[in-house]
């Protein structure tokens, strides 16, 4: 079946550094979904991606969706401790498939 | 609150029992889905409902089962529990059959503890 792949898996960086993490998969989507997850909560939904060659940004949120539309990425520019939780990304199939997560920690 | 409600928040309970799992999906949304999240693991489709009618299927196993009832809500069974099932679940909801135009509104899930 369709799968996803995320990297990194997990990433320690400084407060006020810019993050990028990136999705891949052996499939082609139309739609690539960005969610974040904080401890303990369902994941949200930050950025939505439907035309490859897309481009879209959610305050310091960038997400960009891969020309060939097997992959997508999303960079986060002067990370705050907030930021920290598990970012996933999610293609649609018959239903949608989710990443394994990019696991981010903010080091103050 | 993203309008997706589950409940219990927390569950714990032996192996061998049985629980179900409730989950009230976002107004106006027809589609239900469950998903299971084991420790620092990925989200696992479990199944989908669309209006009262299974839509799809994922890893679910076959001593869980799910419904989809009149007024939308749903709800996961879960029995002879074991260890293992100890996990995250989640219930999403969205407008549309697919979910592709809006993607899913996850509800904050129901931590289910098998002991």
């Known amino acids: 079946g369709q799968q996803l792949n995320q990297s990194p898996q997990s990433m320690f960086i400084q407060e006020g550094e810019d993050v990028s993490m990136n999705c891949t998969s052996s499939?082609?989507?139309?739609?690539w979904l960005w969610y974040k997850q904080d401890p303990g909560e369902g994941p949200v939904l930050l950025i939505a991606?439907?035309?490859?060659?897309e481009l879209t940004s959610n305050g310091r949120l960038t997400a960009q969706f891969g020309i060939t539309r097997k992959d997508s990425f999303l960079n986060i520019s002067a990370s705050i401790p907030s930021d920290v939780g598990i970012y996933f990304c999610?293609?649609?199939?018959?239903?949608?498939?989710f990443g394994p997560g990019t696991r981010l920690s903010v080091l103050p | 609150d993203s309008g997706v409600t589950q409940t219990p928040k927390h569950l714990i309970t032996a192996t061998g029992q049985r629980v179900t799992l409730r989950c009230s999906p976002r107004?106006?949304?027809?589609?239900v889905y469950w998903y299971q999240q084991s420790l620092d693991q990925g989200l696992q489709f479990l199944i989908q409902?669309?209006?009262?009618?299974?839509?799809a299927k994922g890893n679910i196993l076959e001593r869980f089962s799910a419904q989809q009832f009149p007024d939308l809500h749903s709800e996961l069974n879960l029995s002879s529990l074991e260890l293992g099932d100890s996990a995250l679940y989640f219930c999403?909801?969205?407008?549309?059959?697919?979910?592709?135009?809006?993607?899913?509104?996850f509800g904050s899930g129901t931590r289910l503890t098998v002991v």
């Open positions: 999403a909801s969205s407008v549309a059959f697919t979910g592709t135009d809006y993607g899913y509104t």
């Open positions: 499939s082609i989507f139309n739609t």
């Open positions: 991606l439907y035309k490859a060659g």
């Open positions: 999610a293609g649609d199939g018959q239903n949608f498939v």
């Open positions: 107004s106006g949304d027809l589609s």
């Open positions: 409902y669309y209006n009262g009618e299974e839509r």
